[in-house]
C-alpha cells in the first residue's frame, strides 16, 4: 500500500525546479496560471429493498483549491499542476447509536481501525507537466477520460490515477496518447493502492499489477466524424483494444448523433495460465463446471446508440452485446468505477459476461422554453442472457436526473443536481439511490 498520492518531497522537489528558472522564464509559468477554488456539498443515500440490511445515508462537504500554472518560456515549457482536496463529514457514516442507519463500505468517508467513518480526510496531488511545440508531457497525478481508462467522480471526492503520460497534437485533426499508470487513489481514499480487475481485487488471495499501459488515437474527419483506436493492458491480467466511430449527422429538421464502440480483450501474463489463475490472477465471470479457462479474460464487446436532437429535445436509443466467458475487464480495485461503455449506469454497468442490454433515454433543455440553466434526463436500461449457474440472469435500470447550473446574478455558476436511480435484478441487490450535489466554483486568479 502506498500512503499518499504525492509525498512531500515531491511536490517540494518539483516546485524548486520551477522556482529555480530564470524570472524572464517564469513570466509565462505565472501569468498564465489559475488558482480556484471549488466547492461540493454531496449527499447519499441508499436503500436495498430485497435484504435485510438497514439503509445507508451520508453527507458531506468538499474543498478543492485547484492550481494549474502556464508553462514557461522557450522552446522547452515546464509547468506544475497542484489540486489540494479536503472532505468533512457532515451527517452519516456509521454513527453509534443511530437505528436504520449505518454505513456502507466502499462509499464516501474512509474507515478508522474501529469501524467508524472518519470526520474527515484529504489529499495532495501534484503533477508536473512539460510542453515542447504541441506535445505535453505530464507526470503526477492523471484524471483520465479515455476508451481503457476513465477516473470516478461518482461521490465527494474523484478518484486518482498516478504515473505519467504523453499526448501530442503535431498532425492536424490527430490527436496521440500514451501512458502508464502505476497506482490509483480509490475516491473514498487518502492512501493509494497498486492495480486490479473484479474477481482478484479482494479477499486473501487477491493480486495486483503496477504496470497499466495504455495509448491511442483520435483522427477527425471533418467536422462531423471522429475515428478512435485505443490500448489498454494491465500486466499480469488482460490486454484490451478499442475501435470507436462517432458521427453527427445534421438533418433538415434536427441532427443524428451516431456512436459505435468495440472492445476486445484478451489475457495476458499470469491470467494466461492455469498455475498463474490458481495464485488469484482472475476475471470475474461464468464458466462451465471444470472448465480449464476457470478465472481467464476472454471478452468481446460491441454497442450501437443514435441519439437524436431537436431543439432543446434529445432521444436516444442503443444496444450493447457481450461474448465471452468473462465480465469486461477494466481496472477496479473494489471501490468506485466509470467504464466507456452506453450502459455506465449511476449504479450498474451491465458489463457481466454473456449480457445483452438494450438502452433508451429522453433528455430536455428547458433553455429553449427560457428557463436557462435547467436540464432533465430520464434513461433506462435492460439487460438479459447474463451467464450463470442453472439459467440466465437478468436486470434493469432506471436514471432520473435533474441539474441547474445559476446563469446570472450573485449566485452565478452554483449548480444543483438531483440524482435518483433505481435497480432491480434476479441475482442482484435491489437498490433505490439518491445523490443531491451543490457545486460552485470561485476563481481567485
Same mark, same amino acid.
Given at each position: 500500500?502506498?500512503?499518499?498520492?504525492?509525498?512531500?518531497?515531491?511536490?517540494?522537489?518539483?516546485?524548486?525546479?520551477?522556482?529555480?528558472?530564470? =524570472?524572464?522564464?517564469?513570466?509565462?509559468?505565472?501569468?498564465?496560471?489559475?488558482?480556484?477554488?471549488?466547492?461540493?456539498?454531496?449527499?447519499?443515500?441508499?436503500?436495498?429493498?430485497?435484504?435485510?440490511?438497514?439503509?445507508?445515508?451520508?453527507?458531506?462537504?468538499?474543498?478543492?483549491? *485547484?492550481?494549474?500554472?502556464? #508553462?514557461?518560456?522557450?522552446?522547452?515549457?515546464?509547468?506544475?499542476?497542484?489540486?489540494?482536496?479536503?472532505?468533512?463529514?457532515?451527517?452519516?457514516? !456509521?454513527?453509534?447509536?443511530?437505528?436504520?442507519?449505518?454505513?456502507?463500505?466502499?462509499?464516501? #468517508?474512509?474507515?478508522?481501525?474501529?469501524?467508524?467513518?472518519?470526520?474527515?480526510?484529504?489529499?495532495? $496531488?501534484?503533477?508536473?507537466?512539460?510542453?515542447?511545440?504541441?506535445?505535453?508531457?505530464?507526470?503526477?497525478?492523471?484524471?483520465?477520460?479515455?476508451?481503457?481508462?476513465? %477516473?470516478?467522480?461518482?461521490?465527494?471526492?474523484?478518484?486518482? #490515477?498516478?504515473?505519467?503520460?504523453?499526448?501530442?497534437?503535431?498532425?492536424?485533426?490527430?490527436?496521440?496518447? $500514451?501512458?502508464?499508470?502505476?497506482?490509483?487513489?480509490?475516491?473514498?481514499?487518502? &492512501?493509494?493502492?497498486?492495480?486490479?480487475?473484479?474477481?482478484?481485487?479482494?479477499?486473501?488471495?487477491?493480486?495486483?499489477?503496477?504496470?497499466?499501459?495504455?495509448?491511442?488515437?483520435?483522427?477527425?474527419?471533418?467536422? &462531423?466524424?471522429?475515428?478512435?483506436?485505443?490500448? !489498454?493492458?494491465?500486466? *499480469?491480467?488482460?490486454?484490451?483494444?478499442?475501435?470507436?466511430?462517432?458521427?453527427?449527422?445534421?438533418?433538415?429538421?434536427? =441532427?443524428?448523433?451516431?456512436?459505435?464502440?468495440?472492445?476486445?480483450? &484478451?489475457?495476458?501474463?499470469?491470467?494466461?495460465?492455469?498455475?498463474?489463475?490458481?495464485?488469484?490472477?482472475?476475471? =470475474?465471470? %461464468?464458466?462451465?463446471?471444470?472448465?480449464?479457462?476457470?478465472?481467464?479474460? *476472454?471478452?468481446?464487446?460491441?454497442?450501437?446508440?443514435?441519439?437524436?436532437?431537436?431543439?432543446?429535445?434529445?432521444?436516444? +436509443?442503443?444496444?450493447?452485446?457481450?461474448?465471452?466467458?468473462?465480465?469486461?475487464?477494466?481496472?477496479?480495485?473494489?471501490?468506485?468505477?466509470?467504464?466507456?461503455?452506453?450502459?455506465?449506469?449511476?449504479?450498474?454497468?451491465? +458489463?457481466?459476461?454473456?449480457?445483452?442490454?438494450?438502452?433508451? !433515454?429522453?433528455? @430536455? &433543455?428547458?433553455?429553449?422554453?427560457?428557463?436557462?440553466?435547467?436540464? $432533465?434526463?430520464?434513461? @433506462?436500461?435492460?439487460?438479459?442472457?447474463?451467464?450463470? $449457474?442453472?439459467?440466465?440472469?437478468?436486470?434493469?435500470?432506471?436514471?432520473?436526473?435533474?441539474?441547474?447550473?445559476?446563469?446570472?446574478?450573485?449566485?452565478?455558476?452554483?449548480?444543483?443536481?438531483?440524482?435518483? +436511480?433505481?435497480?432491480?435484478?434476479?441475482?442482484?441487490?435491489?437498490?433505490?439511490?439518491?445523490?443531491?450535489?451543490?457545486?460552485?466554483?470561485?476563481?481567485?486568479?
Amino acid at each position: 500500500m502506498y500512503q499518499t498520492p504525492v509525498t512531500r518531497s515531491a511536490a517540494l522537489s518539483t516546485l524548486g525546479v520551477a522556482l529555480a528558472m530564470p =524570472s524572464v522564464a517564469q513570466a509565462e509559468f505565472v501569468e498564465d496560471g489559475k488558482l480556484t477554488l471549488n466547492f461540493k456539498n454531496f449527499y447519499i443515500n441508499q436503500d436495498t429493498r430485497n435484504e435485510d440490511r438497514p439503509r445507508s445515508e451520508e453527507w458531506g462537504q468538499g474543498f478543492f483549491l *485547484d492550481y494549474k500554472s502556464g #508553462f514557461s518560456e522557450g522552446t522547452l515549457g515546464f509547468g506544475l499542476d497542484v489540486l489540494a482536496m479536503h472532505a468533512i463529514r457532515l451527517d452519516g457514516g !456509521g454513527r453509534e447509536g443511530k437505528p436504520g442507519i449505518e454505513r456502507t463500505p466502499g462509499s464516501v #468517508f474512509p474507515l478508522e481501525s474501529n469501524g467508524k467513518a472518519k470526520t474527515d480526510f484529504g489529499r495532495l $496531488a501534484v503533477t508536473g507537466k512539460l510542453r515542447i511545440s504541441k506535445t505535453e508531457a505530464r507526470l503526477g497525478t492523471l484524471m483520465p477520460k479515455l476508451p481503457v481508462v476513465t %477516473y470516478n467522480d461518482g461521490r465527494l471526492l474523484p478518484q486518482l #490515477f498516478h504515473g505519467g503520460q504523453i499526448t501530442s497534437s503535431e498532425i492536424d485533426d490527430l490527436t496521440l496518447i $500514451a501512458g502508464k499508470i502505476e497506482h490509483s487513489t480509490d475516491r473514498n481514499s487518502s &492512501d493509494s493502492f497498486p492495480l486490479s480487475i473484479s474477481g482478484a481485487n479482494s479477499g486473501p488471495n487477491a493480486q495486483f499489477s503496477n504496470e497499466f499501459y495504455y495509448g491511442g488515437a483520435d483522427y477527425k474527419v471533418g467536422k &462531423d466524424l471522429l475515428l478512435q483506436y485505443y490500448y !489498454g493492458s494491465l500486466d *499480469d491480467f488482460y490486454e484490451q483494444h478499442f475501435l470507436g466511430l462517432i458521427h453527427t449527422w445534421a438533418l433538415p429538421v434536427g =441532427s443524428l448523433k451516431t456512436d459505435l464502440r468495440f472492445f476486445a480483450s &484478451d489475457s495476458d501474463g499470469k491470467n494466461e495460465s492455469t498455475s498463474g489463475r490458481a495464485e488469484g490472477y482472475v476475471s =470475474s465471470g %461464468y464458466w462451465s463446471a471444470g472448465a480449464s479457462s476457470r478465472g481467464e479474460v *476472454d471478452n468481446h464487446l460491441w454497442s450501437a446508440q443514435f441519439t437524436y436532437t431537436l431543439g432543446g429535445h434529445e432521444v436516444k +436509443a442503443g444496444y450493447q452485446k457481450i461474448s465471452g466467458n468473462s465480465d469486461f475487464p477494466h481496472l477496479f480495485k473494489g471501490s468506485g468505477r466509470t467504464l466507456y461503455l452506453i450502459t455506465n449506469a449511476q449504479i450498474g454497468k451491465f +458489463a457481466s459476461a454473456g449480457e445483452n442490454t438494450w438502452v433508451a !433515454g429522453y433528455a @430536455y &433543455d428547458f433553455g429553449t422554453l427560457g428557463i436557462a440553466g435547467l436540464k $432533465a434526463s430520464l434513461v @433506462y436500461w435492460s439487460g438479459d442472457d447474463i451467464d450463470a $449457474a442453472g439459467s440466465d440472469n437478468r436486470e434493469w435500470e432506471r436514471n432520473f436526473r435533474i441539474d441547474y447550473v445559476v446563469p446570472e446574478g450573485t449566485f452565478k455558476g452554483l449548480g444543483l443536481t438531483w440524482r435518483n +436511480a433505481a435497480l432491480r435484478g434476479n441475482d442482484t441487490r435491489d437498490l433505490d439511490e439518491n445523490r443531491l450535489i451543490v457545486s460552485y466554483s470561485l476563481p481567485l486568479f
